[in-house]
């Protein structure tokens, strides 16, 4: 899930500000912080249920 969002938005011009792997969770964000354009995607592994997936964008100006 996250290297889904990273590859699109490295792909869009945005760099890496945010990294985290902790336990069941993984986040990842990247900005171009010159026009605000931003993306954050966390997602956490749950037993036995779906991955619980938070995503975060702006298009910045």
Same mark, same amino acid.
């Given at each position: 899930?996250?290297?889904? &969002?990273?590859?699109? !938005?490295? #792909? #869009? ?12 969770? +993984? #986040? &990842?964000?990247? !900005?171009?912080? !010159? ?5 954050? +995607? +966390?997602?956490? !592994? #749950? ?15």
């Amino acid at each position: 899930m996250i290297d889904f &969002y990273k590859q699109r !938005a490295e #792909a #869009a011009g945005l760099a890496q500000v945010m990294s985290l792997n902790r336990g069941d969770t +993984v #986040a &990842y964000g990247a !900005a171009v912080p !010159a026009n605000g354009a931003m993306v954050q +995607v +966390v997602a956490t !592994a #749950a037993d036995q249920a779906p991955t619980s997936v938070q995503l975060s964008w702006s298009a910045g100006q």
